[in-house]
């Protein structure tokens, strides 16, 4: 009880009113409503360039494991070597194409490949891809897009 007689009279004894400060919610409001708008675009745009790092990454992943399945089976059999054929690079091109939807908001800058090794006895082949994301309220900042990277190996299996 005692703390309540005095909130009581402090409340009575200060200048404070309810009715006088109306407006100052609205300018509260006003001020912060960008800020929380900036950080909702935050949210959203790098949101959107996760999603679209993933869904490249998964292309990235199963194209280097179908390039990495283009053995040779003529040189394996007769000298016992892992060996690709020539159109691997043909494979990485239509598997990751066929696995990535091409998207508006999405553009591929390039995507590359390596052969770990030498092209007679590979070990792995990794496949890299760059792409911009193109942003929505991060525009406000001058953030035009953002830039993503992704890779992704396809182990080679020997072959006994």
């Known amino acids: 009880m005692p703390i309540h007689g ?11 009113k309810f009715g006088s400060d109306k407006g100052s919610i609205l300018i509260i409001v006003a001020l912060l409503m ?11 745009d790098i949101g959107r360039a996760f999603m679209y790092k993933e869904e490249i990454n998964k292309a990235c992943m199963v194209a280097a494991e179908e390039a990495s ?3 040779d089976i003529d040189a394996a059999q007769e ?3 892992n060996r690709l054929t020539e159109d691997y690079s043909n494979i ?9 939807d091409n998207d508006s908001g999405c553009s591929i800058n390039y ?15 990794e496949v890299y891809c760059e ?8 525009k406000m900042i001058s953030i035009d897009n953002i830039d993503i990277h ?7 299996r020997k072959i006994k």
């Open 34 to 44: 960008p800020l929380f708008i900036l950080l909702t675009g935050f949210v959203v």
């Open 69 to 71: 399945k283009r053995i």
């Open 79 to 81: 000298f016992g070597v």
């Open 111 to 125: 995507l590359s490949y390596n052969v770990m090794d030498n092209i007679d006895n590979p070990k792995y082949i």
């Open 92 to 100: 990485i091109n239509k598997y990751f194409y066929r696995n990535y």
């Open 150 to 156: 992704t890779k992704a190996n396809g182990r080679l």
């Open 131 to 138: 792409a911009n994301v193109e942003c929505f309220f991060l």
């Open 6 to 16: 005095w909130a009581v009279t402090v409340m009575a004894k200060s200048s404070f």
